[in-house]
């Protein structure tokens, strides 16, 4: 099967009301932004999003923001987006903040297969509210969910059938 396709429009066509999304880079740096753009235009709704940060105001996922697609993000870091925090506040938005290792771990769990993991980080914390305890050795942990996607944008300069 040939997944390379002609152009942003194109790739985003099968991302449908609802869906996750993991959304590639660090900060502005390395996002994808012709797919999320496109992804704009085309009005999809409801879209969670998993991505370090949510863009700022008219860039990013913010643009995502400002048209109302997203309803929960997942990610380590909210900066100065002063619409997420408005759209947080007034409950428009769910946001869910991991810390960042914990958020690298969780998106790897979930591309290993494995569903869940215990870890130290967070325990007494306001990240540990409502989540399984556990302690291992005398130390507590707390379980941490993988994160899964329907859908990946990433930000490439080049991308190839995988064919030789």
Known sequence: MNKVVA?????????????TIMVGGFGL???????????????TKSLTTISNNAGV?????????????IRRHIGTYVGENKLLEKMVLDGTVQLDL?????????IR???AG??????????????????????FDGRPY???????????FVKAWKATSGAT
């Open 7 to 19: 152009n942003a429009q194109e790739a985003i066509q099968d991302v449908f009301d609802g869906a």
């Open 142 to 152: 707390i379980m941490e969910r993988a994160l899964r996607a329907d859908f990946a």
């Open 29 to 43: 740096c390395g996002m994808p932004e012709n797919l999320i753009r496109a992804l704009a235009s085309k009005g």
């Open 114 to 135: 494995i569903p869940a993991f215990f870890t130290p980080t967070g325990v007494g914390t306001i990240v540990a509210d409502g989540k399984e305890a556990r302690e």
């Open 57 to 69: 105001d008219g860039l990013g996922m913010g643009l995502l923001l400002a048209n109302g697609q």
């Open 98 to 106: 991991v810390p960042q290792g914990t958020f690298s771990e969780r």
């Open 109 to 111: 769990a979930g591309g």
